[in-house]
Every structure is written in structure tokens, then in C-alpha cells.
């Protein structure tokens, strides 16, 4: 008999647009194969021009994402400016290689707009920092990439971006069971952010 992989699952995905950023996620947590939860936000607001999409196990990612919006709140009272999308990354980044002989079990993507225009930051476990125009992580991130790679297109506007995420993040619920039970995404612009959910109806409801 197999034994179960105890993994919590997530499809985290999230694109840069010309004119801002798109991010999405599903909303099921599970345990190996168990449904926990299937009202899980996996997806924030950090401040009101940058978002994070996380995968993992949800105390560590619900921890840094609270540590990351006190932090870039009390930056801007300080500074009396807005906190740069590169300057959360690199925050997130050394907070988590600041962990290593103890990691925190999450992967994020951090994206936002700011004065250097639309940016995109990918970071795994030990706050390995990497700037995409698109990434995905989770269980369903296999089935996401070849996607995001296929129909990705820079200079594309949000309103395709977002249709795009949506798309992904569809795709991944129909085939990864650890994903599913409706999608968030979180797009923001030079205008503001604009929060969706998307109600997916699952099998047997």
C-alpha cells in the first residue's frame, strides 16, 4: 500500500502585464489526499500596490505574509514613500535565508507595481530571488508552466492577464486533486487593486 504524501497543495500563479500584474490561487487546503479546509486564502494584499501568492503549509505563509505587511507599513510611515515591489522581495528573501537550518515550508511570488512599472519575483523556501515575467508554484505548478509558456505574451494587458490566470489555474483544478474549490486573483494597476473570486463548482456538489 502507498503511503500518502503529506504535501498541502496550491496552484499559485501569477503573471506581469503591461499596464500592472495579475496573481491567482485556489482556495482548497488538504493534507496528503484530505480536503481540510476549502475556503483557504492562499493569496494577499501586502500593501495597496503589491500582492504575494503562496504555496505551502498555510501557518508559515499566513506568518510572512503578516510579518511583510507590518514591515512595508511601518517602511512607508518611516520613509513617507512607497516601498518598492523589489524592496519586499529582497525582505521576504532575507527573512527566509535567514531560516535555513529551519526553513519555513512555503514557496511565494511577489508582485506589484511601482515607480520602476510592473515587477515580478519568484522565491522558494531559502529566499532564492528570481525576477519572471510569469510564475507558478504548488502541486499544480507542472500542469501551469507549459500554459503560461505557450500563451504567455509580454506587453499583453491585465484584463488578458487575467483571463490567462484564470485559465491556468482551471486547468491545474480539473487535474491536480490537491487544487480546486473556486480561484482568487488580485490585480493591480497604477489605479489600485481590484480583488475577484471565481466560484468553481466541484464534483458531487
Not at 510579518?67 to 516601498?83: N, R, W
Not at 514557496?107 to 529566499?127: E, H, S
Not at 490537491?178 to 463548482?201: A, V, Y
Amino acid at each position: 500500500m502507498s503511503q500518502q504524501i503529506m504535501v498541502p497543495g496550491a496552484t499559485a500563479v501569477a503573471i506581469k502585464c503591461k499596464d500592472g500584474v495579475v496573481l491567482g490561487n485556489d482556495r482548497r487546503a488538504t493534507w496528503g489526499y484530505t480536503v481540510i479546509n476549502k475556503a483557504t486564502q492562499k493569496l494577499f494584499k501586502i500593501t495597496d500596490h503589491i500582492g504575494l501568492a503562496a504555496y505551502g503549509l498555510i501557518g508559515d505563509f499566513q506568518f510572512v505574509s503578516r510579518v511583510l505587511k507590518a514591515q512595508a507599513a511601518l517602511y512607508e510611515l518611516d520613509a513617507h514613500d512607497k516601498i518598492t515591489t523589489k524592496s519586499v522581495a529582497k525582505m521576504v528573501s532575507n527573512m527566509l535565508y535567514s531560516r535555513k537550518m529551519a526553513p519555513f515550508y512555503t514557496n511565494l511570488i511577489i508582485a506589484g507595481v511601482d515607480k520602476d512599472g510592473p515587477q515580478l519575483y519568484t522565491l522558494d523556501a531559502l529566499g532564492s530571488l528570481m525576477p519572471e515575467d510569469f510564475g507558478a508554484t504548488g502541486t499544480g505548478m507542472l500542469l501551469s508552466i507549459g500554459i503560461l509558456e505557450a500563451e504567455y505574451k509580454p506587453g499583453m494587458m491585465v484584463e488578458e492577464g487575467a483571463k490567462l490566470v484564470e485559465k491556468v489555474i482551471r486547468n491545474s483544478i480539473k487535474r491536480d486533486v490537491m487544487s480546486g474549490n473556486g480561484i482568487d486573483l488580485l490585480i493591480i494597476t497604477q489605479e489600485g487593486t481590484e480583488e475577484k473570486r471565481i466560484e468553481i463548482k466541484e464534483l458531487g456538489e
